[in-house]
Nanobody
Framework: VQLQASGGGLVQTGGSLRLSCAAP????????VGWFRQAPGKEREFVAR??????????DYGDFVKGRFAISRDSGMHTAYLQMNDLKPEDSAVYYC???????????????WGQGTQVTVSS
């Protein structure tokens, strides 16, 4: 699965962005969709993860998110989203989407990755 991340850009502190992650075909309920970020000189960091089945959905966020971000998908399961609100300069990073099969926060547990999209938050 080759993912395509988009939606990054330059925004002021307190602003919002919605990142998109497109699957070449579709996401399946066996997938866990994750968002990660990496700032210069830092390790790749867990942002959010999402999975769904016919009856339930589960979402989980990094501690730093504090209710500011929301992960979701479209009804056709072609695209996953990360809505980011109340952005701060420390949120500046390259954001990546990824898919895996285990409910994990570790980047190494995700097999397929998108190319990343740059988010820059100015103060």
């Amino acid at each position: 699965v080759q993912l395509q991340a988009s939606g990054g850009g330059l925004v002021q502190t307190g602003g919002s962005l919605r990142l998109s992650c497109a699957a070449p075909g579709r996401f399946y309920s066996s997938h866990v969709v994750g968002w990660f970020r990496q700032a210069p000189g830092k390790e790749r960091e867990f942002v959010a993860r999402f999975r769904w089945s016919r009856s339930t959905t589960s979402a989980d966020y990094g501690d730093f998110v504090k209710g500011r971000f929301a992960i979701s998908r479209d009804s056709g399961m072609h695209t996953a989203y990360l809505q980011m609100n109340d952005l701060k300069p420390e949120d500046s990073a390259v954001y990546y989407c990824a898919t895996g099969s285990s409910w994990s926060r570790r980047p190494t547990d995700f097999r397929s990755w998108g190319q990343g999209t740059q988010v820059t938050v100015s103060s």
